[in-house]
């Protein structure tokens, strides 16, 4: 994220992760529970949805 903050310093960077506390991120038996996944992709659609939304009203006046 760095390289590409360097790259483009105007830009807005967002991650977003699906995890629970015993998902072992990064490690050889990472996991990701369905469901927490699909809870993450719904949020991550509604707040695209509600940012695309408020821009487009900035946009307007």
Do not use: T, W
Not at 8 to 27: K, N, V, W, Y
Not at 35 to 49: H, K, N, P, T
């Amino acid at each position: 994220m760095s390289a590409l903050s360097r790259a483009l310093p105007a830009s807005e960077i967002l991650l977003f992760g699906a995890q629970d506390a015993r998902c072992g991120m990064h490690a050889p038996n990472e996991r990701v529970l369905l469901d927490e996944l699909e809870r993450a992709i719904v949020a991550e659609a509604e707040f695209f949805a509600h940012y695309a939304a408020r821009k487009e009203d900035h946009s307007r006046g």
